[in-house]
């Protein structure tokens, strides 16, 4: 596996860490709501995350991470459209499919000997 893309999947691991480290072991839609700070934490981690796979797919565009189209897409949105992210949705990313992205990097990552 070529550095760089290792590189970016450890960024991906991390920025994951850092949202969920944000949100505690107790994570809470409304406190997420109504706290700005942990908002606009979250979705610069996202961003990086979606730089991340951006970057990734230019350099592998067959490397096994699922929906990474829309992972990139996701960062344009919450980058260029930032007046009407959805808290909503960002919610569901961080519960459904963050979990499952968290999983898939790190199994890259062992397979390749981190």
């Given at each position: 596996m070529?550095?760089?893309?290792k590189?970016?999947?450890?960024?991906?691991?991390?920025?994951?860490?850092?949202?969920?480290?944000?949100?505690?072991?107790?994570?809470?839609?409304?406190?997420?709501?109504?706290?700005?700070?942990?908002?606009?934490?979250?979705?610069?981690?996202?961003?990086?995350?979606?730089?991340?796979?951006n970057?990734?797919?230019?350099?592998?565009?067959?490397?096994?991470?699922?929906?990474?189209r829309?992972?990139?897409?996701?960062?344009?949105?919450?980058?260029?459209?930032y007046?009407?992210?959805?808290?909503?949705?960002?919610?569901?990313?961080?519960?459904?499919?963050?979990?499952?992205?968290?999983?898939?990097?790190?199994?890259?990552?062992?397979?390749?000997?981190?």
């Open positions: 070529p550095r760089d893309i590189m970016y999947l450890l960024d991906i691991s991390n920025s994951i860490d850092s949202i969920f480290e944000y949100l505690g072991n107790e994570r809470n839609f409304k406190l997420y709501d109504t706290n700005k700070l942990i908002r606009r934490a979250v979705e610069r981690e996202l961003e990086i995350i979606g730089e991340a796979t970057r990734i797919i230019k350099i592998n565009p067959t490397i096994d991470i699922s929906n990474a829309r992972i990139v897409s996701l960062r344009n949105w919450v980058i260029h459209s007046d009407n992210v959805d808290n909503v949705i960002i919610w569901g990313i961080i519960d459904k499919d963050l979990p499952l992205l968290k999983t898939q990097v790190d199994n890259i990552l062992i397979k390749e000997g981190k």
